[in-house]
């Protein structure tokens, strides 16, 4: 996706935001996994 594109432009912003994108798809993730993972 773009953040490949991102990581070659600026690595440094790209690392900033990867946080906010890393919460972003964990929400995702979690939302996704929920019905699938079931401790």
Not at 10 to 37: A, C, G, V
Request: hydrophobic share 30%.
């Amino acid at each position: 996706m773009s953040g490949k594109l991102g990581l070659r432009i600026t690595p440094k912003m790209h690392f900033l935001w990867d946080e906010e994108y890393i919460q972003s798809l964990d929400e995702s993730l979690r939302l996704t996994r929920k019905p699938t993972n079931t401790d």
